[in-house]
């Protein structure tokens, strides 16, 4: 079944079976079926000229992507044209093709460039190759960072809080958005059109069309394995954002946002920000040896069903995403962490789990703890002192001890914690 804003010729699709289509085309020019141009005419000045690259495995190296990852780009057409950001140079050809289609003989006056990531910046170079007289538009911190990538624009123009560029009968006025989540960031509002130009903030993992009725899970994976460390400047944006009529959001990863979609995004990304919880429940988290501390980590869910607590999900460290993992810890309430002792310290899964939500600046939350040692349990004393790094983290009692397998004392232990979280 064709996507319903998939359309085979270059014209506003209509509405169709009663429902309103978002103003989006997307027109495909095939070298071949799996390389396609979307060209998304948003209105008349406004076109998608972004890649799919479906067989990406992993971003930014670390991680999964199940379902590729789209690199997305814009062509804007006043009295001038503006091309709004680059593609990672694995889409090169692709993206030049689409570029070419859709400005139909046309030279771009302007290269806005608002993240130069490679992932964003990778084609710059080639683009300029074959546009040699366009005038790249960035910050000045992207300017010197260009450099450091190997790229030196011939012409480039800096830009700042609320400078705006004119291109004749539509404008961009610039917002820094710095450390969302580089420190040369940027976005873009094109009033005329009411659209925001969103850099990398409301990006999700996957091709353009992955999960289109759930936008949510990719995109909550997405903000807090990525951006997640940057709350408060991604506060501040949406301060700025809230004042201004948006109609569309167009982010360098994942689909255009519009209506219904949108608002959730902005309201996800409220919550997100401000380290809120957005589902109450317990993610109950185990790195397990031999299956003991496993074992132990899933009656403990059983408990923390019967007493209601609410979403209730279990992720076993040593062989699920650890992204995911993330994605849960900071989604819910509250946390309980299982894991063996290891050489004096703590399994190496759940350390690295551990450290990465320090890293990502995990907060505001309860943590439960449960240990597993034979001879001389050291799990839950490094897990308490990672833990407590950590701004506002409760750590509830008991610290629940087993010795090898579950008995009756260490099962006792467990249903006093599942009093302790279901209770706090």
């Known amino acids: 079944m064709t996507p319903k804003w998939e359309h085979p010729r270059q014209e506003l699709l209509p509405e169709q079976h009663g429902k309103m289509y978002p103003k989006i085309l997307f027109a495909r020019s095939v070298e071949s079926e799996k390389m396609s141009l979307r060209q998304n005419k948003m209105n008349q000045h406004i076109c998608y000229v972004g890649c799919d690259d479906d067989s ?18 814009y062509i804007v057409i ?44 990778g084609s710059v170079a080639a683009f300029l190759n074959q546009y040699p007289e366009t005038t790249v ?5 992207a300017q010197t960072m260009l450099a450091q990538f190997g790229c030196q ?7 700042k809080e609320n400078d705006i560029l004119d291109l004749g009968g539509l404008t961009l006025r610039f917002m820094m958005a710095p ?12 009033a005329e059109a009411q659209t925001l130009f969103s850099a990398d903030a409301f990006g999700k993992f996957g ?11 990719e995109a909550r994976r997405y903000y807090f394995n990525i951006v997640g460390k940057y709350g408060g400047p991604v506060s501040l944006v949406l301060k700025k954002v809230s004042t201004l009529p948006i109609q569309t959001i167009c982010p360098l990863h994942g689909p255009v946002l519009e209506g219904e979609k949108m608002a959730e995004a902005l309201r996800l990304y409220t919550i997100w920000s401000a380290y809120d919880v957005e589902t109450k429940g317990v993610l109950v988290a185990h790195a397990s040896i031999h299956g003991n501390t496993a074992h132990a980590a899933e009656e403990l869910a059983q408990m923390l069903r019967e007493r209601g607590v609410g979403k209730v999900a279990v992720t076993d460290l040593c062989r699920d995403d650890m992204a995911e993992a993330i994605e849960d810890a900071f989604r819910m309430n509250k946390m309980v962490v299982c894991a063996s002792s290891y050489d004096n310290n703590v399994f190496p ?21 449960v240990e597993n040692g034979s001879w001389a349990p050291s799990a839950g004393r490094e897990m308490k002192a990672l833990l407590e790094t950590m701004k506002e983290v409760t750590i509830l009692e008991p610290i629940v001890t087993i010795r090898g397998a579950l008995n009756d004392d260490s099962r006792a232990q467990l249903e006093a914690l599942a009093d302790a979280i279901s209770a706090e």
């Open 56 to 73: 990406l495995q992993l971003f930014e190296s670390q991680y999964a992507l199940p379902e590729g990852m789209c690199y997305n780009s």
């Open 137 to 141: 538009v960035c910050t000045a911190k």
């Open 179 to 190: 450390m969302i989540h580089w420190p040369e960031v940027m976005m873009s509002y094109c």
């Open 153 to 159: 624009p011939q012409h480039i123009q800096t830009v």
């Open 207 to 217: 091709v353009y069309h992955a999960d289109e009725d759930d936008w949510a899970c």
């Open 349 to 369: 899964p759940m350390h690295q789990f551990l450290w990465k939500l320090q890293q990502k600046a995990y907060q505001h939350r309860t943590v439960g703890i």
């Open 78 to 121: 006043g009295g001038q044209i503006a091309v709004i950001d680059s593609v990672d140079a694995r889409k090169t050809e692709e993206w030049l093709n689409n570029l070419r289609v859709a400005l139909q003989g046309k030279k771009p006056a302007f290269l806005v460039l608002h993240h130069i990531e490679p992932d964003h910046s």
